[in-house]
């Protein structure tokens, strides 16, 4: 098996957020406009998966090394109180990990990333739920804010790279 191909994998993600009702914008690079910037509303969600740290593990034999990419996806959304949007927020996050739970095969480059019985998703793990405040150079609103954190395991073989 190759080394893991990152931009395959954000992809997955991206697409399985994208299944979500009401999700928002998934973005696969960091540093987009986020939804509340181009149409300014309670409810615009905005997502970014990018890959957070790269653990390798080498085999005690042979030339196989354990690729574990986590890839970190960061959620926001505009805080309103006399809107309620805790509610609407708590089941947008829910509804992210349940679809990267439910779906641990997730497809990298158009093949199911469970081939072999190594490789594939962890477990999604909720890392920070809480509130930030976002600049967008006109205002500093406060936002909802998560991170939600999913490995991938990979099997290589080095020496073939």
């Not at 740290?53 to 805080?79: F, K, N, Q, R």
Request: negative net charge; glycine residues 8%.
């Amino acid at each position: 098996m190759p080394a893991t191909d990152f931009e395959a994998l954000k992809a997955a993600v991206k697409a399985t957020l994208d299944t979500i009702p009401r999700i928002g914008k998934v973005e696969t690079r960091r540093g987009g406009i986020p939804t509340w910037v181009e149409k300014p509303g309670p409810y615009r969600a905005f997502w970014e998966v990018g890959v957070l740290s790269v653990a390798e593990t080498h085999y005690a034999t042979g030339d196989c090394v354990w690729e574990d990419p986590t890839l970190e996806i960061e959620g926001a959304m505009p805080y309103s109180y006399e809107e309620n949007t805790e509610r609407a927020w708590l089941e947008l996050v829910r509804a992210a990990t349940n679809a990267l739970r439910a779906n641990p095969s997730l497809k990298v480059g158009g093949v199911p990333t469970v081939t072999n019985g190594w490789a594939g998703f962890g477990l999604p793990q909720l890392i920070e739920n809480n509130f930030a405040s976002y600049s967008d150079r006109k205002e500093i609103p406060r936002v909802h804010h998560c991170i939600i954190q999913v490995t991938y395991r990979n099997d290589f073989d080095f020496e073939a790279e």
